[in-house]
């Protein structure tokens, strides 16, 4: 089974320390991985895809395919990044399987 | 761009009564619009992918007559969630999938209470 992996639940750092967020995927194909971003009270927004190869809002995240990792990173991490954080990929389907979550809070 | 409209945003509903959601793509047309469930603290888990003008596609364990879902035209896609049980009590939402590339956009998702 297709299965996207976020170990962290919560990830907690102060304003200005690096930001990772851990995504594994299990090993099928070619997938396309995904990185999602809900803020508070907001709906689910796409932050960022790996195809992409782009920084948005700062944030990066390149595909290890040998790691099967996908993980999210900030190199200063900001009071506004605070948001729940979902991995998902995309195999030979339009379905998105999503991770559980990283909850990130940024403290001042 | 890229709006999904989600209606209604919150729902209360006694046991046994149906309830029909509606998910909108505002400025876009969707082939294929997604629904989801997320229970509290929990990720999203698909349900269905509904295709314009056939049936939808259910994920395993998820009952077809329970969740009816309808996609009629390129920007509407509803669900009705059939004689509503206290267990259906959850947080639905949809997603329109947009372009060749498919990226899907979420609607701001609506919370059933069954009592």
């Known amino acids: 089974a297709q299965r996207v992996t976020q170990p962290e639940k919560l990830l907690s750092v102060f304003k200005g320390a690096p930001v990772e967020l851990k995504c594994n995927y299990s090993?099928?194909?070619?997938?396309?991985l995904f990185w999602y971003v809900q803020y508070s009270r907001q709906r689910l927004q796409l932050l960022l895809r790996?195809?992409s190869r782009e920084s948005i809002k700062g944030f990066t995240a390149d595909l290890n395919k040998g790691e099967t990792s996908f993980h999210l990173k900030k190199p200063f991490a900001q009071e506004e990044d605070s948001a729940m954080y979902y991995c998902?990929?995309?195999?030979?389907?339009?379905?998105?399987?999503f991770g559980t979550g990283t909850r990130l809070q940024v403290f001042p | 761009g890229a709006v999904v409209s989600q209606h209604p945003s919150w729902v209360i509903c006694k046991s046994g009564t149906s309830v029909k959601i509606e998910c909108r793509s505002l400025?876009?047309?969707?082939?294929?619009m997604f629904w989801y469930r997320q229970f509290p603290k929990q990720s999203l888990m698909l349900m269905a992918t509904?295709?314009?003008?056939?049936?939808?596609?259910?994920e395993q364990g998820v009952e077809k007559d329970k969740f009816l879902i309808n996609h009629a035209s390129l920007t509407l896609s509803t669900l009705t969630v059939t004689s509503a049980h206290p267990e259906d009590s959850s947080f639905y939402i949809c997603?329109?999938?947009?372009?060749?590339?498919?990226?899907?956009?979420f609607g701001a998702g609506t919370r059933l209470s069954v009592l």
């Open positions: 400025d876009f047309q969707a082939t294929t």
């Open positions: 790996h195809i």
């Open positions: 090993y099928s194909g070619s997938p396309e």
């Open positions: 997603s329109a999938a947009l372009g060749l590339d498919g990226i899907q956009y």
């Open positions: 509904s295709n314009e003008g056939s049936k939808a596609t259910y």
């Open positions: 998902a990929r995309r195999g030979n389907t339009d379905k998105l399987i």
